[in-house]
Structures are given as structure tokens and as C-alpha cells.
């Protein structure tokens, strides 16, 4: 499997190694982890929940029409918003938190040779990175009618353009431009062997 995946161009070869040219042993531990967990699926789940979220954290209520009700209780608008806000974030933390700890119990189980700290920290950053595209989401529904409608779409090509902007920058110099503006630079944090 390895030799196969190195004889593949660096671009393509990016997509399946975190976007760091230099991991390339995807049959290893660490290298499964980095690649396939912490930079394809962990991402992409979170971005999906959190831009989603983020959108209807506030759409909700609007498509429900219970906006004006709840605006009309004496409290101001921006207090609304952070308490919005805060439940979204609130919500993230609690997923994040869940699939710590199963990387961490699971990691115990089969005896991987990976710290709970360097676990808890790719975790976290990964959540944090994610949260950003559903933070981009919920400003966009917040600021006004014209960005209401277009806020999943303006963040979902932002986050997936950027990774896929990012990985496949190798295959041709027209994307290495572009892709310095990517937020997608490679995986938020890779996993290393216990010393």
C-alpha cells in the first residue's frame, strides 16, 4: 500500500497524507490518524455540524417566526446574539469532548504508542479550527437579509474549497497562489509517537 501511495504525484498523494508531504506511511498508526482521522473525517464532520448550526442558530427562529417574540423580551440584540453563540460553541464542546475521549479510551484499548496530551490538543485544535467556519456562518445569517440566505453556501465553499484548494496544490503552480489565501493549510496539528 505504501509503495503504491508514493509512486502517486505529490498533489493526489496530499489529500491521502494531511496535506504534509511528509507523512506518507498511511499503514501506520500515526499515519492512519493524521491522514484519514484528524484531517479528512474529524474536519469535515465538525465543519458540517458547526456551519449548519451556525446558520440556524438564529434561522430557526426566524423560519419558525418566533424571532419577533423572542426579540421582544427586554433584553438587547447583541445579548442574543452571544447567548446564541455561546450555545453553539457550547454544543461543539460537548461533541469534541465525546470524541476525545473515545480517541483517548480507544487509543488505551489497542495499546497505540500516542499521549492522551497530544490526543486532547489535535482534538481541540481541530474543534477550534472547524468552529471558525460555523462562527463565519452564524456573523453571515446575523448581518442581514442579503447574507442570510447565502451563509452555508459562503461557508461551506470557503472550508471545502480551501482543504480542496490546499491539497491539490502540488499538481499545478496556477493553485500555489490561490492557495496561500486557502484557510486550509494542512492538518491543525499532527500526532507523534510517545518518546
Given amino acids: ?12 498523494k496530499a489529500l491521502k497524507d494531511g496535506g504534509a508531504t511528509g507523512v506518507a506511511d498511511i499503514a501506520s498508526t500515526i499515519g492512519f490518524l493524521n491522514s484519514q482521522v484528524y484531517y479528512i473525517t474529524l474536519p469535515m464532520l465538525y465543519i458540517i455540524y458547526a456551519i449548519t448550526r451556525g446558520s440556524n442558530l438564529i434561522g430557526r427562529e426566524e423560519q419558525d417566526r418566533t424571532l419577533e417574540l423572542l426579540l421582544s423580551r427586554p433584553i438587547s440584540r447583541g445579548r442574543l446574539l452571544l447567548a446564541k453563540a455561546t450555545s453553539g460553541v457550547i454544543e461543539l464542546i460537548i461533541i469534541a469532548s465525546v470524541a476525545t475521549a473515545t480517541s483517548v ?10 499521549s ?16 471558525s467556519f460555523g462562527a463565519l456562518s452564524f456573523a453571515l445569517v446575523a448581518y442581514g437579509r442579503f447574507t442570510k440566505r447565502l451563509s452555508s453556501v459562503i461557508a461551506f465553499v470557503v472550508a471545502f474549497g480551501g482543504w480542496l484548494l490546499t491539497s491539490l496544490q502540488g499538481l499545478s503552480s496556477l493553485l500555489e497562489a490561490p492557495a496561500k489565501f486557502a484557510p486550509v493549510k494542512s492538518a491543525p496539528v499532527n500526532l507523534t509517537l510517545r518518546n
Fill in 1 to 12: 500500500l505504501n509503495e503504491t501511495i508514493n509512486k502517486v504525484p505529490s498533489g493526489i
Fill in 105 to 114: 479510551v480507544l487509543a488505551g484499548q489497542v495499546n497505540m504508542d500516542i
Fill in 116 to 131: 492522551v496530551k497530544d490526543l486532547v490538543v489535535v482534538n481541540v485544535m481541530t474543534m477550534l479550527f472547524c468552529l
